[in-house]
Structure formats: C-alpha cells, structure tokens
C-alpha cells in the first residue's frame, strides 16, 4: 500500500534561523512514527507543517497523494493535529467540545454521532464530561483534546506530546488507544521526549537534531546503529 | 455553509456568557430605574415653588402672582419686605425662588415710571431641573412685563393695537431645504433633526468599541487558550472562521445595540419630558417637518441602517486582524488603540464640526477614514444627499472586502501563529 504520508526535503525557515533543514521521512498506513529529539530540534514546526498550518520555505508534503502545499483544506479533512500545549474552551462542557470537533469534520449527522460516541469513550471521562472545560484539570483537559483528536478516525493522527500532563496510569492507557487505532488502520505522527513511551507505541523512530533527521528505523535498528542500551542512550548520542 | 454554522454557533456561544450578558442586563435597567426617577421628578418638580416678597400689595403685584401661576409655580407669599432675608433663611430642599416687589411698585407703574422686581434663587444643584425652573421664572416675568408694557401703552396713547405699538416688527420665519419651503424657525429644524440623530452617532460609537473589542478578544482567545492551532488544523476554510467570528461578534453587537438604544430612548424621553425639551418642540413642528420632507421612508431607514451596519462590519474586519497580532486578550485591547482613534476622530468632527468647511486636506483626511461615512449618512439623508451616502456605503464596501481578504490572508499564513508585534526578534527564536 502506498504511504500515508510523504514528507520530502522539507525546509522550514523563520527569518535568518532555518529550522527545519531538509528532513524526509515517509509514514505507512497503521505505522507509527515517532519523532525523537531534543528542545529546539524542529519536531513542532514539522508536525505543524504536516498539518498545514505552516508553510515550509521548500520541499514537500503530500498526505496520500495529496499535495498539502497545493491543497491544504482537502488534506484537513484527512488529519487531526493535537498541539502539545492544545487548549479547549472554558465556556463549553466536555460534551459540547466533542459535539463542535465532530460536527466540524461530518456532514452526515450520523457519523458525527459515531465520532462522538468514540470521543466520549476515549476520553473517559463519564459524568464530568456535563461540566464546563474551565473546571477541569490539565489531565481530563489533555485526555479529551485526545480523544477529540482521535475520535474522527483519521488517515493520520499527528500527536504532539500525546501524553503530556498526564499521570502513569493514564499514559499507558492512551499508548494503548494510540495502538489500538493504529491496528485499525490508522498512521500515527508524534513526538515525544518520553523514551520508553517512543519504544512502546512506536513501529519507527526518527531522530531529529538541530532541524536534521539524523537517524530512522524501528527502535531496535536505532538501538543497534548507536551501540545503545535503550532510546535514551541513542537520544543523547544524537543531541551530543 | 454548514461549517459556517457550526462555527457561527461556537462563536455566539462564546460570546454570549454570562460576563457579557449580566453588565448589559443592568445597563438597560439602571436607564430604566434612572429614567423612571427623573420622570417621578418631574411630577413631583412640576409645580416648583415660588416666594413672593409682596410690599406693595397692589392690583400689578397681584397680576405678578398671577403669572408666575400660569406658569405653574406654587406661589407663596413671604412675610416681610427684603426677598434676599427670606431667601437667606431658605433651608431648602431644591431650588429656592424669591421675587421681591417693593412698595410702590403699582402705583409706579400705573404713573409710567418703569419699575424694578428683584430676584433671588438659591441653587442646591446643577441640574436640569434648576435650569428648567430659572427658565420658567424668567418666562413668567417676561409674561408679566409685557402685560404690564400694554397696559401702560393702552393708557398712554388711544390706539386700538397696543400689542402693535410695543412690537411694531413681527417675524414670519421660514426655511428652505432643497427645493422645499416650510413655515418654521430654524431652531425648530435643529432641535428635529437633533432629537432624530442624536443617538446615531452615540449608539454607533459603542457599538463599533464593543464589537471591535470582542471580536479582537475571541481571536486572541483563541492563542491565549492555545486553541487556534487545533482550529487551525480542522478541515475550516479561512475565510469562514473569519467570518464566523464576524457574523457572532456583529450579531451580538447589534442585539446589545438595540438594548442600549431602547434604554437610552427610554431615559432622554423621560429627561425631554422634565426638561420640556426638544421632543416638545418637534412634535409641534412635525407638519412643516413633513413639508420640508424631513421624514425618512422605508428606503431612507435601509440605506441608513447599510452604511451603519457597514460601518461596524469593516471595524470588526480590522479588529480581527490586530487581534491576529496579539498574544493574549490584554494585548488585543492595546492593538485596538489606533481603531479607537480612527472611529473617534469623525465621531467627535460630527458633533462638533461641519466637514464642509474645513481645508481640503482636513477634508480629504476625514473622508478617507471609513467610520466618516456612516456618521455623515443621516444628515445626508435627511438632506436628500443619496449620492453621498451611495458613495459612502462603496467607499466602506471597498474597506470591508479589503480588510476581510487581508484578515482571510493573516489566517492562512504563518503569521498568524508566528506574529507577534513588537517581538520580531524574539518570534523567531521560540517557533523551533
């Protein structure tokens, strides 16, 4: 099957500072690819330039076949985009965030009620989801963005910090969602400064220094080409 | 269109709270409670006191009583013969008259020697209510000297028009607006088309502030809460997320509008009432208000509510763009300065200043600014000025659809995520 995604030479420059220096990589469908690298390296503009809300300075994107340069509004309605720090807002409930999102992607009103279905288990938050955003806590904040995130079900989810501000127990349970759609056929695109969560949930790993993509291939590969015990290791090797 | 509307809803949502709702709500009320207690002061105020210090006691100091009867004072006659003693032990409340006639004062009149009444109004307050019962005193004095003035000319001569005698030149004014005529005073006309414009101007103002303010507060939201980026990522054109927040801000806009109208409405009514202002006069001169043509008709009332309506669309459409600039809601509010200023300036101009005589420059100045045509529309309309505001409503349209395609733009562009005004040097270090 034909990747999901093609990211090829792509350049991110603001003003003198290039931040993003000609990386490529590709994502399969059902793969999950993590981005590894550290404060500063280029991972955010990469994952915003993949959900076309920065234009990179040269190179391409294509989400399957698609041209994201070229046609952006066609390639939103294939993606879903979670920023690290994604807000949601305070004035609505937990119920009515999930509503818009899902309204936002379906026309039909019947999807739309599946994805909100989705949404609603996935974010796991039963009674509370009646009560306004602004009464939640930065972990229920972060498990619904989530679970809006990946309640359309999209050709590609891009996650950035997918598990930030979450404690243990809710973090495996959302690597394990991450997988589970992942097994149904959904790509994932994320990035992470959590080692193990990267070895987890990842099928491939990229590693991303100073805008440069310094080394991909599964965990194991990655291990073996740094003489490293974990991804840790190698990640130091690289921000070295 | 169907995201339009999911996104219009979100929008209202947002903007429709209880923040919001709740300063409105007892805006409307205290313009009410306000209105009603100036009403109440007026019944109670309508007769006004007024004492007569009588040391003559003749046949003229009765017809003095008289008159400041007619006038609607309660007349009460003090003891005594110096009006500045009892004015000095008045211990109020309100407004104290005294009217001083002095001893001789008929029988020098009826020997036809002018004669001097002497007044003392001791002041608690500045308001209306003062001026309105100094006004009244002045109205009635003057009833009484021209009464008195025929008389003594009836005495003094044999003529059979003493009322020609004592105002031999009479006016028969007139005023002309295009090519129509009519029989009324000018300040007739002024205080019509006043009590027609007034709020205009006014109720724009606030509506374009507030609009502005809270549409450049829901775009800065949208980073300060750090949900632009998820929105920006959903599968929503640009132009209507822009519009989206357009439509909610301005449909909010002219709901609370409307309320503040009919608040203030309510309140100048009830003060026109106590002040026997301007409402008085226009309802007596509504025929040759009719004949001059100063009545707008429907099409009049639609092209008038298009250059308003236009006139908030391109404030909002600026107001998304500096608020695409800010970082948070308290910056957004410090971009909106230089839209503060360009509203203000034909704001004040129109009050105070009649564009048509101002230099070219200063002229052409105002003009360019958009906010200039929907203040200048009413007057133009009542003029029958259409080309005026035609021109008006197209300079504003170019100046919507202009700002709306440079908003639209900011919003497909990195800026929108990378901009910061003021913090160039600094944006470019943090994006990595």
């Known amino acids: 099957m034909p990747d999901v995604l093609v990211v090829d030479r792509l350049v991110k420059r603001y003003g003198q500072v290039e931040a993003v220096k000609g990386i490529s990589f590709s994502i399969a469908p059902g793969e999950v690819f993590a981005l590894i690298g550290p404060n500063g390296a280029g991972k955010t503009t990469t994952l915003r330039t993949v959900a076309t809300i920065l234009h990179p300075t040269s190179g391409s994107v294509t989400m399957a076949g698609i041209d994201a340069l070229a046609r952006p509004a066609a390639v939103r309605e294939l993606i879903s985009y979670l920023p690290e720090e994604a807000g949601a807002y305070k004035h609505m409930t937990g119920e009515s965030y999930l509503r818009f999102f ?41 498990k619904l963005v989530l679970a809006r995130a990946l ?31 992942a097994s149904e056929g959904m790509s994932v695109l994320l990035s992470s400064h959590n080692m193990l969560e990267v070895e987890y949930v990842s099928d491939r790993v990229g590693l991303i220094s100073r805008g440069e993509l310094r080394a991909v291939g599964t965990p194991a590969e990655i291990k073996e080409r740094f003489g490293a015990a974990n991804l840790e290791q190698a990640f130091v090797a690289v921000a070295r | 269109m169907r995201r339009f509307g999911v996104l219009l809803r979100k929008e209202l949502r947002e903007l429709m709270t209880v923040q919001m709702l709740l300063p409105l709500m007892v805006t409307i009320v205290m313009f009410g409670l306000i209105g009603n207690l100036v009403g109440g002061q007026t019944t109670e105020g309508g007769g006004a006191t007024a004492h007569v210090v009588d040391a003559d006691g003749s046949a003229a100091s009765e017809r003095i009583v008289g008159s400041l009867a007619d006038a609607g004072f309660i007349v009460v006659t003090s003891p005594g013969t110096d009006p500045a003693v009892a004015a000095a032990a008045d211990d109020g409340p309100g407004t104290g008259i005294y009217i001083g006639i002095p001893a001789g004062f008929g029988a020098g009149l009826a020997s036809g020697q002018a004669q001097k009444l002497t ?23 003057d009833a009484a000297n021209r009464s008195a003035s025929l008389s003594m000319i009836s005495a003094a001569t044999t003529s059979t028009d003493p009322a020609g005698l004592r105002d031999p030149i009479s006016l028969s ?30 109720v724009l103002f606030i509506v374009i502030m507030f609009a502005a303010s809270m549409i450049a507060s829901t775009v800065a939201s949208e980073k300060e809460n750090k949900t632009l980026e998820t929105l920006l990522a959903a599968p929503i054109g640009r132009a209507p997320m822009v519009l989206a927040k357009m439509a909610a801000a301005s449909l909010v806009a002219l709901v609370s509008s409307a309320a503040y109208l009919f608040g203030m409405q309510y309140y100048m ?6 002040t026997g202002g301007g409402a008085a006069v226009a309802g007596g001169a509504g025929a040759a208000m009719d004949q001059l043509g100063l009545t707008l008709g429907a099409g009049e009332w639609a092209l008038l509510f298009a250059s308003l309506f236009l006139g908030i669309l391109v404030a909002l459409a600026i107001a998304v763009i500096l608020g695409a600039f800010a970082e948070n809601v308290r910056a957004a509010q410090a971009l909106l300065t230089p839209l503060t200023i360009a509203v203000m300036i034909p704001y004040f101009l129109t009050i105070f200043v009649d564009l048509d005589t101002t230099t070219p420059l200063v002229r052409a100045i105002v003009l360019a600014i958009p906010f200039t045509h929907p203040f200048r529309a009413a007057p133009a309309l009542f003029l029958r000025d259409y080309g005026t505001v035609w021109l008006g409503i197209g300079y504003q349209a170019l100046w919507f659809a202009a700002a709306v395609f440079v908003a639209t733009k900011v919003f497909a562009s990195d800026r929108i995520l990378t901009l910061r005004l003021g913090r160039r040097k600094s944006a470019a270090k943090e994006r990595p």
């Open chain 1, 102 to 142: 899902a309204e936002v992607f379906f026309a039909d009103p019947e999807l739309a009620q599946a994805a909100l279905v989705t949404g609603r288990r996935i974010a796991g938050l039963g009674d509370r989801l009646a009560d306004k955003l602004g009464s939640y806590s930065k972990g229920m904040t972060r």
């Open chain 2, 173 to 202: 004014e007139n005023v002309i607006i295009g090519n129509r005529s009519a029989p009324v005073t000018i300040a007739a006309v002024t205080n019509f088309i006043t009590g027609q414009t007034t709020f205009i101007p006014i």
């Open chain 2, 269 to 274: 009514g009830k003060l026109g009432a106590a």
């Open chain 2, 119 to 141: 007044t003392y109004t001791v002041m608690r307050n500045f308001s209306f209510f003062a001026a309105r019962d100094a006004a009244a005193l002045n109205a009635a004095l």
């Open chain 1, 151 to 181: 309640m359309t079900r999209p050709r590609l989810a891009i996650l950035d910090e997918p598990t930030s501000g979450l404690d243990v127990l809710n973090a495996i349970e959302v690597r394990d969602q991450v997988r589970k759609f």
